[in-house]
């Protein structure tokens, strides 16, 4: 089949988010002027450089409160901060629970029961059994097309990573499966990996 998203897809479903997959999660953590903590996982997310190390996340809803936006984005146009924090398999409950359309004033990691840290580099929290956090620091937000479609792109300042991940020198993501959006409400985790090399090396 053949379809102009423009003129619709003509299925039950739309196929979009099942195509481009599996795409990882960045579970977004930030902290709002007035201190209050928020917690999201967002899976139109990725690293998008190596030096300096750089990652993006897209928002494409709104909230009544959150002029236009929701809340992580409101949080990073006025603090400049966020922390993306690694989602493992275990906590795929604990990371749904967090994806409500709370208000405001509700803390994420209270709300799911989600021990936190401070960071070290920003002012923000993080998860404090992750796998991996990246502390970054917002270099730009991108409003794109769409009513509520807006990129936030940061620098990464501020790397943990959990002891148990590192295996031989490198951070492996077999010792914790990482969790992976599919489309509609299908998700997926790593379980095997393998290598190859490019032509030449």
């Not at 196929?15 to 002027?33: D, E, K, L, Q």
């Not at 990652?55 to 966020?82: C, H, L, P, Q, Y």
């Not at 730009?140 to 943990?160: P, R």
Request: include cysteine; charged fraction near 20%.
């Amino acid at each position: 089949m053949f379809y102009k998203p423009a003129d619709g897809h003509g299925l039950p479903h739309n196929p979009f988010n099942a195509i481009v997959t599996p795409r990882p999660i960045g579970w977004i953590s930030t902290r709002g002027a007035g201190g209050q903590n928020n917690l999201a996982p967002y899976s139109f997310f990725n690293a998008v450089a190596y030096v300096p190390p750089q990652v993006m996340f897209a928002s494409t809803g709104a909230k009544a409160d959150r002029d236009g936006t929701k809340d992580s984005v409101s949080n990073i146009r006025e603090t400049g901060v966020f922390c993306v924090n690694v989602v493992e398999y275990a906590m795929r409950d604990v990371m749904n629970a967090s994806s409500g359309d709370l208000p405001r004033e509700v803390d994420e990691f209270d709300h799911a029961g989600i021990d936190q840290t401070p960071c070290l580099e920003i002012d923000c929290a993080r998860v404090s059994n992750a796998p991996a956090a990246l502390e970054c620091r917002m270099t730009q937000i991108v409003k794109i097309e769409g009513a509520h479609n807006y990129v936030v792109f940061g620098e990464v300042v501020g790397v943990h990573l959990r002891d148990d991940t590192i295996v031989d020198g490198r951070f492996d993501v077999t010792t914790f499966s990482p969790l992976s959006r599919m489309g509609y409400r299908d998700y997926t985790h790593v379980k095997d990996v393998f290598e190859l090399k490019r032509p030449g090396e």
